[in-house]
């Protein structure tokens, strides 16, 4: 049973599954914030549960398949290590599930912050589109408006 799991679920299949299910969280998150569905499953940290799953089933299969993992930390070295890193498929896939769960993360944050300080959710229907895309530039842009919607600077909120 377990090899069936593992001739399933390939790195291909994986990135498939994960690109084409993170798109109903945004659109919940986006469009849909306030209605229940979203807050159980998008607000919640049931799909960064999901993600670590996944995460920590690619981390075992790596591990299986006798990678060396402190050749990892060579991407720190220079930028061509990254790119030799980003080259091999069980690796660019861990990222990939780091880029969604940070950026689904702070998705949540902003709809949640916005909620909470009573912004209207058209102010931040820009910010969040950018933060999927972008996650730091979203972010930025959203805590710029929240500045001038609530008038005040808080650099730890």
Known sequence: MIDQIYTF??????????????????????FFPQIKISKIFVTSIFPLIILAAVN??????????????????????????????????NFAILFWIHFLAINLFCGSWIVRDYQKINMPKFLAFFPLILTYFTGPIGLSIYWLLRIFYSKKIDMYD
């Open 56 to 89: 920590s089933y690619l981390i075992y299969t790596i591990y299986r398949n006798e990678i060396n993992y402190l050749d990892a930390f060579n991407l720190y070295l220079n930028f061509d290590e990254l790119l030799i890193l980003f080259s091999d498929k």
């Open 9 to 30: 679920f390939t790195i291909d299949m994986i990135y498939i599954w994960l690109t084409l299910g993170i798109l109903p969280l945004w659109i919940l998150l986006i």
